[in-house]
Nanobody, 132 residues
Framework: QVQLVESGGGLVQAGDSLRLSCAAS????????AGWFRQAPGKEREFVAA???????????FYADSVKGRFTISRDNAKNTLYLQMNSLKPEDTAVYYC??????????????????????WGQGTRVTVSS
């Protein structure tokens, strides 16, 4: 059984940084693509970042325009953990953040990696609140 467990959320001020973690069990992250999504109150879940599989670590990364240059997605294959480093946080980044694993790699196109339906396993979410 695949389980994804996020951690690292919290309450911060605008301009601060946070690092989210997503520990996986039951699936080896190095062989599957993975991503982060977020859902703000009253809004639909939206794509944040994604990364292709990479046996050696790293992997091609993709970002939503709203977080490009501020957020960095990465993985630690030895720990089977996905990360999202979030810098220069803004109040509009406030949301519940979810990690997700996709049964493929690489992503065939942008539409695929941005779509929640591409991912077959999800974590429970971790809340990030950014105050102004």
């Amino acid at each position: 059984q695949v389980q994804l467990v996020e951690s690292g959320g919290g309450l911060v001020q605008a301009g601060d940084s946070l690092r989210l973690s997503c520990a996986a069990s039951g699936r080896t992250f190095r062989t599957y693509a993975a991503g982060w999504f977020r859902q703000a109150p009253g809004k639909e879940r939206e794509f944040v970042a994604a990364i292709d599989a990479s046996f050696w670590g790293g992997g091609r990364a993709f970002y939503a325009d709203s977080v490009k240059g501020r957020f960095t997605i990465s993985r630690d294959n030895a720990k089977n953990t996905l990360y999202l480093q979030m810098n220069s946080l803004k109040p509009e980044d406030t949301a519940v953040y979810y990690c997700a694993s996709a049964p493929l790699s690489p992503y065939p196109n942008r539409r695929s990696r941005n779509a929640a339906g591409t991912y077959d396993y999800w974590g429970q979410g971790t809340r990030v609140t950014v105050s102004s």
